[in-house]
């Protein structure tokens, strides 16, 4: 029996980047096509089998733990991102701005995709969506400076829209305007207690 389950919903991928050098700036360059690895996007500086863990997993980890790579790939939602330019005041957000990898329209309430979805292109790509990617203020200076003002609204302005991060499943090449379906995990949501410690 299929764990996965094709929901019929198709988006588009309308924006790719890649941030070349991390520790220059988190802002990404903006590409026509990605070729993704299992190592993540070919010349990308969040790519990687592994990575140091971060403030996301204090719970689990020490910081800079050496864990898996979920974190490949920074996706977001063409409408969701429309939403934080709004909350913010602006006409639009440019999506390097907040060091992004891929950009998909046409997919509802994407930051809450359920995590284990897969995002599959046209080709066969496939991305294994990890969870929900928290807003921080690290795109803030960088918002100052294309629009003086408005970097600190950033965090607010993202809360539930931020997209999400995912890791690479099935090798190949996510093309700029190339459709890519949605498949979700075959299983109820949990029922676990609603409040944790």
């Known amino acids: 029996m299929a764990a996965l389950r094709k929901t019929g919903l198709t988006g588009r991928i309308v924006w790719l980047g890649l941030v070349r050098d991390r520790s220059t700036a988190l802002p990404s360059a903006a590409v026509d096509r990605i070729e993704a690895r299992f190592s993540g996007p070919e010349g990308e500086a969040h790519g990687g089998l592994t990575r140091p863990s971060c403030s996301r997993v204090l ?36 999506p390097a ?3 992004a ?55 607010s302005a993202a809360k539930g829209r931020r997209g999400v991060t995912a890791w690479v499943e099935r090798e190949g090449l996510f093309r700029l305007d190339e459709p890519i379906s949605l498949h979700i995990p075959d299983q109820r949501p949990w029922a676990g207690p609603g409040m944790f410690a």
Request: proline share 9%; glycine share 10%.
């Open 59 to 94: 719970a689990q980890y020490p910081r800079d733990t050496e864990i898996r790579n979920t974190r490949q790939f920074s996706v977001l939602s063409a409408e969701e991102l429309d939403e934080i330019a709004a909350g913010m005041g602006l006409a639009t957000l440019d």
């Open 101 to 155: 990898t891929m950009v998909i329209a046409g997919l509802p309430d994407f930051t809450h995709l359920p995590p284990s979805s897969r995002l599959q292109g046209a080709g066969g790509a496939t991305l294994v969506v990890d969870m929900e990617n928290r807003p921080c203020q690290l795109p803030a200076p960088f918002i100052e400076r294309a629009h003086p003002g408005q970097g600190a609204a950033f965090k």
């Open 97 to 99: 701005l907040l060091g």
